[in-house]
């Protein structure tokens, strides 16, 4: 998928095609970066591969900005017409300026493949099934020496259509670097996260399986404008399969643009 972006001009801040150009070629490396990590990853014959594509608004309820809504929806897309549809709406507080909370709910329809027979004969279908999510962030942070550290907090509960639910946790260290660079403010970053289940068995989590998931990314955004930002990155997914004990990676590459009101 390629997309193309036209910029506004900014006058007397530098070379504005200069930075257009940048802005353009460093998007086109980060999409051929993912792409080759996707490629050599089917070449050594490890894991998955998908793309998640996203858009994002926040409004700020006070000029401060201590209370900010934000809602987001999300297209993640895998192999073997893999499907996931995401929404999420919260409120995020920010009592301090290095703390943050926002309690949401998210929404994620998942379309899946499904093996069956009729009459002797075996065939496969699809079929879509939801998932309800209630949780909270708590994201506290701190600068050193112009990095920026934060570390979220993320506790939900799973509500499945088809079984049993069950508490997870959350932890992501994300990183984010002090350069910036051009007047398009272009912010490299990286993060860490791991996921932790309750242990309660269903056809989604093993039993006693609770640590059963991590991911690593690196990627970078970008103000487009005031109000338009973009975030592109890739994404390593190790998750353990609900059947046995083996780990299964997924390459991703994602593109997420957001609005800010």
Do not use: C
């Amino acid at each position: 998928m390629v997309v193309y972006a036209e910029f506004p001009p900014k006058a007397g801040k530098g070379d504005v095609e200069f930075e257009k150009n940048l802005l353009r070629k460093l998007g086109s490396a980060a999409i051929a970066a993912g792409f080759a990590a996707s490629a050599f990853a089917d070449a050594s014959d490890a894991g998955n591969h998908g793309a998640w594509i996203g858009v994002q608004a926040k409004y700020g309820i006070d000029t401060n900005r201590v209370w900010t809504i934000n809602a987001s929806e999300e297209s993640r897309f895998g192999e073997k017409h893999y499907e996931e549809q995401h929404g999420t709406l919260g409120v995020t507080i920010k009592p301090f300026s290095w703390l943050a909370i926002t309690p949401h709910y998210h929404f994620i329809d998942t379309r899946k493949r499904i093996s069956a027979t009729r009459d002797g004969d075996a065939y496969v279908t699809h079929d879509w099934q939801r998932e309800h999510r209630f949780g909270v962030d708590v994201e506290p942070s701190v600068k050193l020496w112009g990095w920026k550290i934060a570390d979220r907090n993320r506790v939900v509960w799973r509500d499945f259509e088809d079984s049993q639910g069950f508490w997870r946790y959350r932890n992501r260290i994300q990183v984010n670097s002090p350069w910036k660079w051009t007047d398009y403010k272009i912010n490299p970053y990286a993060s860490w996260e791991l996921f932790l289940d309750d242990g309660k068995p269903s056809k989604h989590v093993r039993k006693n399986d609770k640590f059963d998931q991590w991911r690593f990314a690196v990627g970078a955004t970008a103000k487009l404008t005031d109000n338009i930002s973009l975030n592109l990155f890739y994404l390593l997914q190790e998750k353990k399969n609900t059947s046995h004990h083996d780990w299964s990676p997924n390459h991703v590459l994602g593109v997420n643009v957001g609005f800010s009101f």
